[in-house]
């Protein structure tokens, strides 16, 4: 098993939809998780830590289920801009200080 | 601003001509790492450092060195590249909670590297 699976999509919505996908994680020790987005040709950045009690910025919504294990992004009215490759990333071990990242999520908004 | 920043952005080099990719922060964190990111794939980690502390990834091919001299700096050196090696190199830092959990990765521009 991956230590972080995402649904690859790719999710192609239109404007003003929303819009929302998991991301699986296999140790159920992990404590630091994050999303970030990254567009074609360019580095990750950073678009939101997760935190356990869930958290909201703006127009999207993250959320940890410690339970079943993974991490969920969900992405209210949806922008052209919003179009981008959503990577999971999870810090699998506590004292590692390795990120594991996800093969991403793509996301299409379509005017 | 406190920032990652990586040079070159883009890097041509000849099959089998060693390169060197160089990564500087200004940020004071910790924890370096070195990530390959090829086409539609996600960023694959190659090494971190913690401090002085060295961890290469076990499917990390010899070809590929790394030195962090001091916090600041780091580099990644491939000794002979070949053609699979053209790919986007990205630095990132991050510093260690007390929690032991880590603070979000900040990444470089990335290097954009390719083997003729």
């Known amino acids: 098993r991956k230590e972080v699976e995402q649904d690859p999509g790719p999710f192609n919505v239109p404007e003003g939809a929303t819009v929302a996908f998991n991301c699986t994680y296999s140790?159920?020790?992990?404590?630091?998780f994050f999303w970030y987005r990254q567009d074609c040709r360019k580095e990750p950045k950073l678009l939101m830590s997760v935190y356990s009690s869930g958290n909201e910025d703006g127009r999207f919504t993250a959320q940890l289920n410690r339970a079943s294990q993974y991490i969920s992004l969900l992405i209210r009215d949806s922008k052209l801009s919003d179009s981008a490759t959503y990577l999971c990333?999870?810090?699998?071990?506590?004292?590692?200080?390795?990120?594991?990242f996800g093969a991403g999520t793509t996301v299409t908004v379509r005017a | 601003d406190a920032m990652v920043i990586q040079n070159p952005r883009y890097q041509v080099t000849q099959f089998g001509k060693p390169v060197t990719l160089s990564c500087s922060q200004t940020?004071?964190?910790?924890?370096m790492y070195w990530y390959q990111q090829k086409s539609s794939q996600a960023p694959k980690l190659l090494f971190h450092y913690y401090d002085k502390d060295f961890n290469n990834e076990a499917d990390t091919p010899d070809n590929f060195q790394s030195r962090r001299p001091n916090t600041s700096f780091c580099f990644l050196d491939i000794r002979s590249p070949g053609l699979g090696d053209a790919a986007m190199y990205l630095c990132?830092?991050?510093?260690?909670?007390?929690?032991?959990?880590?603070?979000?990765?900040?990444f470089g521009d990335g290097t954009r590297l390719s083997i003729l």
């Open positions: 990333v999870v810090n699998i071990l506590a004292g590692d200080y390795k990120l594991s």
């Open positions: 140790n159920s020790a992990s404590q630091s």
């Open positions: 990132a830092t991050s510093r260690v909670l007390g929690t032991g959990g880590l603070q979000p990765q900040h």
């Open positions: 940020l004071n964190h910790n924890v």
